[in-house]
T-cell receptor
């Protein structure tokens, strides 16, 4: 079965650079969530989109922005990268018609900021 | 103090043992309780979810919620080496516009040795 696809899987950037992470949800899923998971930490919710509109906002820094496109894929744009941004970034998707809890997670993008 | 507390472990058990994983929480408004399993370098995978106090069983897994004590547990019977992973508890307040944002615990690393 198709799963959530994230690209790239690994990304190395230097401080003050920018990064763009991409998420391709499961087909027919209309809701996308972004999470940040630091080393040994729990996933922290960043932001979510439903039908291309932002639906919830969590602890996303002002340096980050995100959007969902007409094909439902989503991009997380990160600017002025800091060392503390090094983390695993997960995308999850679900369909509004499914049970509340059925978020399917992608494999994550490991971002390393040097 | 974090809203959700979870011992990071590691918890090491022999194959066939009964495993007990636990989380405590402080937000009495939490209504949804879930357990995710996360293998190394993979995204979290939903294992169990429940909305109420009591037990919910699914194969070798039993989720238990005690709202009066703000305490949830996941029991794994007849544990297998393939169960070795990090187990994250997650819980949420409710639904906002159809979306659901869980608060995660830090995860407990489980090692089942043959």
């Amino acid at each position: 079965a198709a799963g959530v696809i994230q690209s790239p899987r690994h990304l190395i950037k230097e401080k003050r650079e920018t990064a763009t992470l991409k998420c391709y949800p499961i087909p027919r899923h209309d809701t996308v969530y972004w999470y940040q998971q630091g080393p040994g930490q729990d996933p922290q919710f960043l932001i979510s989109f439903y039908e291309k509109m932002q639906s919830d906002k969590g602890s996303i820094p002002d340096r980050f922005s995100a959007q969902q496109f007409s094909d439902y894929h989503s991009e997380l744009n990160m600017s002025s990268l800091e060392l503390g941004d090094s983390a695993l970034y997960f995308c999850a998707s679900k369909t509004q018609g499914a049970s509340y809890n059925e978020q399917f997670f992608g494999p994550g993008t490991r971002l390393t900021v040097l | 103090q974090k809203e959700v507390e979870q011992d990071p472990g590691p918890l090491s058990v022999p194959e066939g043992a009964i495993v007990s994983l636990n989380c405590t929480y402080s937000n009495s408004a939490f209504q949804y309780f879930m357990w995710y399993r996360q293998y190394s370098r993979k995204g979290p995978e939903l294992l169990m979810y429940t909305y109420s106090s009591g037990n919910k069983e699914d194969g070798r897994f039993t989720a238990q919620v005690d709202k009066s004590s703000k305490y949830i547990s996941l029991f794994i019977r007849d544990s297998q080496p393939s169960d070795s992973a990090t187990y994250l508890c997650a819980m949420g307040v409710g639904v906002s516009g159809g979306s659901y944002i869980p608060t995660f615990g830090r995860g407990t690393s489980l090692i089942v040795h043959p």
